[in-house]
């Protein structure tokens, strides 16, 4: 199975940007929702029990472009190839916590550090002689 990826220096050099939530919980939807009207900070308390929500704010790590990709039709056959088109791009993002404080240990966040160290094993590697 391929994927191809679809997209064009247009697109890429839009000035539009896209508000993106990482909700680290299952949502059936996958079309708009109003996302100012339903999504800030806050606490809900109930019959004693409180659910509070954190969010945290984060950018794209330097260099790099944060790219949200649509594919448009359901994939029938496993091996069929795959078209993933371009549907907008993101310079930061929010990241939403529930069940405890945000922190460094977040796996979410993780995966920001693995990024720069990836990019740091695969660098080129200069020769002693040459420092």
Do not use: C
Request: charged content about 30%; proline content about 2%.
């Amino acid at each position: 199975m391929s994927i191809k990826l679809q997209l064009t220096n247009d697109q890429l050099n839009s000035e539009e940007e896209l508000k993106v939530h990482y909700v680290p919980a299952a949502v059936n939807n996958n079309g708009v929702i109003k996302i100012d009207e339903y999504f800030n900070n806050y606490t809900i308390e109930e019959n004693g029990v409180s659910i509070n929500a954190l969010r945290i704010e984060n950018k794209v790590p330097e260099n790099m472009q944060g790219l949200i990709f649509r594919e448009n039709e359901k994939l029938q056959i496993d091996d069929a190839e795959r078209l993933l088109k371009l549907n907008g791009k993101f310079e930061k993002f929010m990241y939403w916590n529930y069940d405890k404080n945000p922190s460094e240990n977040d796996a979410f966040r993780k995966a920001f550090h693995y990024l720069k160290l990836a990019e740091e094993l695969h660098s080129e590697v200069k020769s002693l002689d040459e420092t």
